[in-house]
């Protein structure tokens, strides 16, 4: 099915091949090649991103460079979000800060 639709628009096999080279970028933590495919993408179907990453650029470069991430808050203030949630309309204060300690 994909090769048929790659076949149909080859513009969304392009857009493709950039986004997969983005990823590869971010999971290697390569800076190099940024502005390259900056240029690339802001010619292509992916128009919107490539601009959106132009514009932000400082900013991606110091996530393809600099060693620390906030992955660990975010994950953190997910499963609070998670918690709040499922305890809704359930309870006080003292059971939801109860659910915390144990899940701590």
């Given amino acids: 099915?994909?090769?048929?639709?790659?076949?149909?628009?080859?513009?969304?096999?392009?857009?493709?091949?950039l986004v997969d080279e983005f990823h590869r970028m971010v999971r290697a933590r390569t800076p190099a090649p940024l502005q390259g495919w900056i240029t690339r993408a802001v010619a292509r179907v992916v128009a919107p991103f490539g601009r959106g990453i132009a514009a932000v650029g400082a900013a991606v470069r110091a996530?393809?460079?600099?060693?620390?991430?906030?992955?660990?808050?975010?994950?953190?203030?997910?499963?609070?979000?998670?918690?709040?949630?499922?305890?809704s309309g359930r309870g006080k204060l003292d059971r939801l800060r109860a659910r915390l300690v144990a899940q701590a």
């Fill in 1 to 17: 099915m994909v090769a048929a639709v790659e076949a149909g628009v080859p513009a969304l096999a392009a857009a493709r091949d």
């Fill in 63 to 87: 996530v393809l460079t600099e060693p620390w991430s906030n992955g660990p808050t975010e994950g953190q203030i997910t499963r609070l979000k998670l918690i709040r949630r499922q305890m």
